[in-house]
Every structure is written in C-alpha cells, then in structure tokens.
C-alpha cells in the first residue's frame, strides 16, 4: 500500500515539466485574454477558473495519482511562480510586457467608451466600482483606472468631499447638543 502511495507512475522530469508548461499557459493565455478575468469574479468568470481548474488537472498530473506524484506537482506549479515572480521583479521592462499595462476607464469624469468596451465592462459593473469607493456619479471620478493586476484604482475629484461632510455633520451635533441643552434648561426652569 505504501509503495503504490508514493510509488512515481511518471518518470521525475515529466511530473516537473508537466505543471511548468500548464503554469506558463495559463499566463499567457490569462494576459491575452484580459485584465478582466481577474478585475472581478461575476458568475461566469467564476465557472471560468473553476472549470480551468479541472481542466489542468489531468495535463498536470498525468496518469500519476501517487502522493508524491501531487507533492512533485505543486513543488514544481510553487517553483515556476517563484521564479517567474523573481524575474520579473528584476527585469521590469519584462514584467510590463508580461503583465500588461493598466488601462484608463475614466477620466475627469469622462468614461472611456472604448476602453471599458475593449475589457468588456458594463455600466452597471463601472457604478459599483464607483460605489465600493464611496462615490455615486462618474463626474465625481478624477480617474479610474484598471491596473494590470485587475484591481480597480479610483481618485476622485475632491479628496476633501468626505471629510467636509464629516465636518458640517460635527456641526450640526453640536449645534443640536445646544439646543437640546437650552430646552432642558427651559424645561428645568418650568418644572
């Protein structure tokens, strides 16, 4: 039983080029098919990286089930990353064609029709961009921008907006705290 547990069905090298090609794949095929896939997960991207998941795993493994077949497997898919991560943080010329440029949706206000048509986003998904950073109208956007991470970078026009209505709400507590003490002392000096 131990045997077959650990027992490589595949010779070494093809358990370690095996994730290292799929891994090198994915990449490319994650950077030409947009920033999108990983801006954010609606349903359907979902199901995407679920079914890829299973889609791999046979190319990964091969015809190997064995434990150390799996451990051989992830060391390599780790190996690769860690690799590829170091490279690119070396060469950043590299990293900027690997990982693409980031993509400006709006800009002083102005949505960039074209660009959010090319990473295939819609209204209602630019709005609740907007939304998770505390904004509701595109005129209030200086810029957003979709970084080639796929995370969503949004400025807006007035930085101070929030904490001007911090203020004028401070001031209407207080002014409210007065009047509430006035009338207490009203009512004390009736009662």
């Given at each position: 039983m131990i045997d077959s547990m650990f027992h490589l069905?595949?010779?070494?090298l093809e358990?370690?080029?095996r994730p290292v090609i799929v891994y090198l794949c994915l990449v490319l095929f994650l950077r030409l098919f947009g920033k999108r896939e990983l801006a954010q997960l609606n349903p359907f991207d979902l199901i995407v990286l679920l079914c890829l998941s299973n889609t791999v795993q046979n190319s990964i493994i091969g015809?190997?089930?064995s434990v150390?077949?799996?451990i051989?497997?992830?060391f390599s898919l780790l190996g690769i990353n860690f690799v590829l991560t170091r490279i690119l943080f070396r060469f950043p010329r590299l990293n900027r064609i690997v990982e693409g440029k980031e993509t400006v949706l709006i800009e002083q206000g102005k949505?960039?029709?074209e660009a959010v048509k090319r990473e295939a986003l819609s209204e209602?998904?630019?709005k609740t961009i907007?939304?998770?950073?505390g904004l509701n109208d595109f005129s209030q956007v200086e810029c957003l921008v979709l970084e080639p991470s796929g995370n969503f970078y949004v400025e807006e026009k007035d930085p101070l907006r929030e904490g001007k209505e911090r203020g004028e709400i401070l001031r209407q507590i207080v002014a409210l705290t007065a009047e509430v003490k006035e009338l207490k002392t009203l009512l004390a000096a009736r009662g």
């Open positions: 069905h595949v010779p070494l358990k370690i080029l015809d190997d089930n150390s077949g799996g051989v497997g992830v949505v960039d029709t209602l998904e630019l907007l939304h998770r950073g």
